[in-house]
């Protein structure tokens, strides 16, 4: 299909050109500058301005085949509700899908009710306050023969961006990492790249007049994700509860309300009746080990295939982490190639072979974690051979709440990984405690 896509250019609505191309759809994109944009899988490029919404009416024209509008509200109702009418009149009366990009916040707080489904009526948040008009206006474009369908995201992560990114700089700034309200606040959450195989789904096969939520977590504890936030940061330390008056100095108070909104919201409609698969890393999981810290990588080309090598060394390594932090002594082990490993710890004592490390795994893991522990961090792969890699590790001591202790060194280990029948494992590690 020939799909106009407003707000190309942006977080959003770059992961869905990418992934509406590699559906096989050919993307239009509007842009408010005619400037190319090299390197964007755009079918077409066309120039308009929501501020404007005459400057719209040209860009669909008889060979489009679906809107799907991404650009966010001009903060008046009067323009948007004329936008819609732009992009939706010339679809009228072919059954062609309009795709309307709402979001969560128009639920407002859902309070005690668990994972809210799209049933439930709207109660929106200032920030939001006519766009449940505006939703109902484009879903009237039914009655128009219009496809018409309204998608709404939950708290977008993951390619180091969207509003998650802000708890990462402010984390950064200030040296602790913070969210904001109360300490129950949950977000509901979605990936990126999961939104965008929303939308394509939503394109392809969303019946006129329905809405669906893009929430991939329902309801994610705000404290856990400023912590990860912290840790994506380099700051281990307490996330600090921020009053909401206090962030309204900082985002102004529509934006510091929603960033303290309570909500639990289900995305499971979306998975039943679109087959829609959210199954990228959660969010707490990407900003630990993901987009949001990103890794030194050498030998290998920049390719989705390289980028998919170092997710699965990242994951192994958040596996060393995962069994040492719990005391894990199976899990820890199974984590070794089992011909002729070498350890060497930041002592220097060398375990030789897997009988002997899993001897002193097994005599010094239990019971270790109940004062102090360790994050492990990847900075730095080397690929030798696509199936051996040389990967440097911060390791940094913690108290079992996450919290850096600060006289004890850190480690820099490195870990020699092959990869064998299909998995990396620990052929050889070597750990180095910074002295200075
Ligand atoms: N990010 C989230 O967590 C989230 C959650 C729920 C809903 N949403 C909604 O999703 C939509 C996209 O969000 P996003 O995070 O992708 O935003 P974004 O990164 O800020 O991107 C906005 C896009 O819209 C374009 N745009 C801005 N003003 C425009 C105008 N006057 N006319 C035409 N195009 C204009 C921008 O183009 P330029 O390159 O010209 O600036 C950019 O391509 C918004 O409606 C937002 O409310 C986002």
Same mark, same amino acid.
């Given at each position: 299909?020939? $799909?106009?896509?407003?707000?190309?250019?942006?977080?959003?609505?770059?992961?869905?050109?990418?992934?509406?191309?590699?559906?096989?759809?050919?993307?239009?994109?509007?842009?408010?500058?005619?400037?190319?944009?090299?390197?964007?899988?755009?079918?077409?490029?066309?120039?308009?301005?929501?501020?404007? #919404?005459?400057?719209?009416?040209?860009?669909?024209?008889?060979?489009?085949?679906?809107? =799907?509008?991404?650009?966010?509200?001009?903060?008046?109702?009067?323009?948007?509700?004329?936008?819609?009418?732009?992009?939706?009149?010339?679809?009228? %009366?072919?059954?062609? #899908? @309009?795709?309307?990009?709402?979001?969560?916040?128009?639920?407002?707080?859902? %309070?005690?009710?668990?994972?809210?489904?799209?049933?439930?009526?709207?109660?929106? =948040?200032?920030?939001?306050?006519?766009?449940?008009?505006?939703?109902?206006?484009?879903?009237?474009?039914?009655?128009?023969?219009?496809?018409?369908?309204?998608?709404?995201?939950?708290?977008?992560?993951?390619?180091?961006?969207?509003?998650?990114? =802000?708890?990462?700089?402010?984390?950064?700034?200030?040296?602790?990492?913070?969210?904001?309200?109360?300490?129950? $606040?949950?977000?509901?959450?979605?990936? &990126?790249?999961?939104?965008?195989?929303?939308?394509?789904?939503?394109?392809?096969?969303?019946?006129?007049?329905?809405?669906?939520? %893009?929430?991939?977590?329902?309801?994610?504890? $705000?404290?856990?994700?400023?912590?990860?936030?912290?840790?994506?940061?380099?700051?281990?330390?307490?996330?600090?509860?921020?009053? &909401?008056?206090?962030?309204?100095?900082?985002?102004? #108070?529509? @934006?510091?309300?929603?960033?303290?909104?309570?909500?639990?919201?289900?995305?499971?409609?979306?998975?039943?009746?679109?087959?829609?698969?959210?199954?990228?890393?959660?969010?707490?999981?990407?900003?630990?080990?993901?987009?949001?810290?990103?890794?030194? $990588?050498?030998?290998? #080309?920049?390719?989705?295939?390289?980028?998919?090598?170092?997710?699965?060394?990242?994951?192994?390594v958040?596996?060393?982490?995962?069994?040492?932090?719990?005391?894990?002594?199976?899990?820890?082990?199974?984590? @070794?190639?089992?011909?002729?490993?070498?350890?060497?710890?930041?002592?220097?004592?060398?375990?030789?072979? @897997?009988?002997?490390?899993?001897?002193?795994?097994?005599?010094?893991?239990? %019971?270790?974690?109940?004062?102090?522990?360790?994050?492990y961090d990847v900075e730095? &792969?080397?690929?030798?051979?696509?199936?051996?890699?040389?990967v440097n590790v911060r390791q940094?001591?913690?108290?079992?709440?996450?919290?850096?202790?600060?006289?004890?060194?850190?480690g820099r280990p490195c870990y020699?990984?092959?990869?064998?029948?299909?998995?990396?494992?620990?052929?050889?590690?070597?750990?180095?405690?910074?002295?200075?």
């Amino acid at each position: 299909m020939k $799909v106009l896509l407003t707000g190309a250019t942006g977080y959003i609505g770059s992961a869905v050109t990418e992934h509406l191309a590699a559906a096989g759809h050919q993307v239009v994109a509007l842009t408010r500058g005619a400037e190319p944009q090299p390197g964007r899988t755009w079918y077409a490029q066309r120039v308009g301005d929501t501020a404007d #919404p005459a400057s719209l009416a040209d860009a669909v024209t008889p060979e489009i085949e679906a809107v =799907i509008h991404l650009a966010p509200p001009s903060g008046d109702e009067d323009v948007d509700t004329a936008v819609i009418e732009a992009l939706a009149a010339p679809l009228r %009366g072919t059954g062609r #899908p @309009f795709v309307y990009t709402s979001g969560v916040w128009v639920l407002g707080a859902t %309070g005690d009710a668990q994972e809210v489904g799209e049933e439930a009526p709207t109660d929106p =948040i200032g920030i939001v306050g006519y766009r449940p008009r505006i939703e109902q206006r484009v879903l009237a474009e039914v009655a128009e023969g219009v496809r018409a369908v309204v998608v709404r995201p939950g708290i977008v992560y993951g390619r180091g961006g969207g509003i998650p990114a =802000i708890l990462v700089d402010r984390a950064r700034g200030r040296g602790v990492p913070e969210y904001y309200g109360e300490e129950g $606040v949950r977000w509901p959450t979605v990936h &990126v790249d999961d939104l965008a195989e929303l939308f394509v789904a939503a394109v392809a096969r969303a019946e006129a007049g329905t809405v669906w939520h %893009g929430v991939g977590e329902a309801a994610v504890p $705000v404290r856990d994700l400023a912590r990860a936030a912290g840790r994506a940061a380099g700051v281990l330390a307490v996330p600090l509860a921020v009053p &909401v008056e206090q962030a309204a100095e900082v985002f102004g #108070p529509l @934006f510091a309300d929603a960033l303290a909104l309570d909500q639990s919201v289900s995305g499971a409609a979306a998975r039943t009746v679109l087959g829609w698969r959210p199954e990228r890393p959660g969010a707490v999981e990407e900003l630990v080990s993901g987009s949001y810290r990103p890794v030194e $990588v050498f030998g290998a #080309p920049d390719s989705p295939e390289a980028d998919a090598e170092v997710a699965a060394i990242r994951r192994l390594v958040a596996e060393v982490e995962h069994a040492r932090q719990n005391e894990l002594v199976d899990r820890f082990l199974s984590l @070794f190639r089992r011909q002729d490993p070498v350890w060497t710890t930041g002592h220097g004592k060398r375990l030789s072979g @897997f009988d002997e490390i899993a001897a002193y795994t097994q005599k010094v893991l239990p %019971g270790a974690s109940a004062e102090s522990t360790a994050v492990y961090d990847v900075e730095r &792969v080397l690929f030798l051979r696509p199936d051996v890699a040389a990967v440097n590790v911060r390791q940094q001591p913690v108290r079992p709440d996450g919290t850096r202790i600060a006289v004890r060194p850190e480690g820099r280990p490195c870990y020699l990984l092959v990869k064998e029948d299909g998995a990396w494992r620990i052929g050889a590690a070597q750990n180095t405690l910074v002295a200075d």
